[in-house]
């Protein structure tokens, strides 16, 4: 099996040697890059599926708020804002909000019995009345007077690396929300869920125009390591070496985070944690008989794979320079992710890196090589009298859909559990 893995590796190391002489070495690298957070995104949902069977069909929606995140931490400071007067009224808006919530989490303390026991519900749907009208009669305001005058709050001007880790964090608090509303459904139904709730965050993101501009995108965002104009400006290497050493720090960067969250991935699946957690992925009505906290270990589990998605949707974010609400699609932030798992091996993180980059290479030179494939058959069909292949741009670009579908359909035959499965130690 350990030979098996690595000459998929090394047929891997192959594949992106051959990409380098196509598409020469500038691309190659970004698409490794890329390549290289979807593969951290993967992890993330390897650990709620592989390790622990949740169906998170909202992987999006973390994306989308790491994302939001670096562009927060790293955009430059916009002067506009911090001249106005929209700073206090964000203040007053977050009191409002921090007074909702000790109202509701008040009435939340009422016992479940008692002379109050009739009452809790409906001073519950009180509580959140009270509170969304308090909120809104703050942030409203201080929205209108932030998009007037200065367009949008703007960022903190600080490294994009501290983006990725705030984007991570973030992410985990947004899906602690979610699993202690969600985490009682089982396999479809919390699918189901998961897609509303990524739904709704980006409503959100591209609605609030004050703190993210909305579909006016901001750009463009700092990276972690210096830009390829930078290089170039210091004297250091011509125009082109400058990008391929750009874009290597880049990658350098992001493949030490991963290293580093792979490693201790590795150790905790392997520990009695990683069994504890397959032990309630297989039965967790057993696992509850035992007394393991069902609940809270796949509230845990859930945290942590939305972490490693908030921190990879950062790195996507910070590598294009572009956060644009509108460019968040399911097919390419949700599926493609969950094809990755699937072709990768669920329950597997070895599975889970091969998948993230196989499939994001497969999904991004099938367009290319689509379209070599309709010039030489077009040429072909030309001279023959039949006639040349209309509109081929537009045909090779809906050909990505139809060759993942084949990679998909070929997994499924001949590996079902995935070209690297999930293997347990026994001894």
């Known amino acids: 099996m350990i030979k098996r893995d690595a000459v998929l590796f090394a047929g891997l190391g192959v594949l992106i040697l051959a990409l380098a002489v196509w598409l020469k070495i500038p691309t190659t690298i970004q698409l490794l890059v890329i390549a290289s957070a979807y593969a951290l995104i993967a992890l993330g949902l390897n650990v709620q599926w592989g390790y622990a069977g949740l169906f998170n069909f909202g992987v999006m929606g973390f994306l989308m708020v790491g994302g939001a995140s670096v562009t927060f931490v790293s955009y430059p400071l916009n002067d506009a804002f911090w001249s106005s007067d929209g700073p206090m009224m964000l203040f007053k808006a977050l009191l409002a909000a921090v007074a909702g919530g000790a109202l509701i989490w008040g009435v939340t303390r009422i016992p479940k019995s008692g002379s109050l026991k009739k009452l809790r519900g409906f001073l519950l749907v009180v509580a959140w009345a009270v509170a969304y009208v308090v909120y809104r009669s703050q942030i409203d305001p201080a929205a209108r007077l932030i998009e007037a005058e200065a367009g949008f709050i703007g960022g903190l001007g600080l490294p994009a690396i501290l983006g990725w880790i705030v984007g991570g964090i973030l992410a985990g608090v947004v899906a602690y929300v979610v699993g202690k509303i969600c985490l009682g459904l089982r396999t479809d139904y919390l699918a189901i869920a998961t897609i509303g709730i990524s739904e709704i965050i980006r409503a959100l993101i591209k609605n609030m125009d004050w703190l993210t501009r909305g579909t006016l995108t901001v750009s463009p965002v700092p990276w972690p390591s210096p830009l390829p104009a930078d290089i170039t400006a210091s004297g250091l290497a011509e125009p082109d070496m400058a990008i391929i050493l750009a874009r290597s720090g880049f990658l350098a960067i992001t493949v030490l985070f991963i290293a580093v969250i792979f490693f201790f991935l590795q150790r905790a699946y392997e520990g009695p944690w990683g069994r504890m957690m397959r ?109 040349a292949i209309p509109d081929m741009e537009s045909r090779a670009l809906q050909m990505r859909v139809f060759v993942l579908g084949m990679v998909i359909t070929f997994a499924l035959r001949y590996a079902p559990q995935g070209m690297i499965p999930e293997r347990i130690r026994t001894e």
């Open 279 to 387: 032990a309630v992925r297989d039965n967790h009505v057993a696992a509850g008989a035992i007394g393991k906290n069902v609940t809270k270990r796949e509230l845990e589990v859930f945290v942590l794979g939305a972490v490693l998605m908030g921190i990879g949707g950062a790195i996507l974010t910070s590598y294009v320079q572009i956060l644009d609400p509108s460019g968040y699609q399911p097919i390419n932030h949700t599926f493609i992710v969950w094809v990755m798992i699937i072709v990768g091996g669920a329950g597997n993180n070895y599975g889970a890196l091969f998948g993230g980059v196989f499939i994001y290479i497969v999904w991004t030179i099938s367009e290319p090589a689509s379209l070599v494939l309709f010039s030489l058959i077009s040429d072909l069909s030309d001279g023959a009298g039949i006639g």
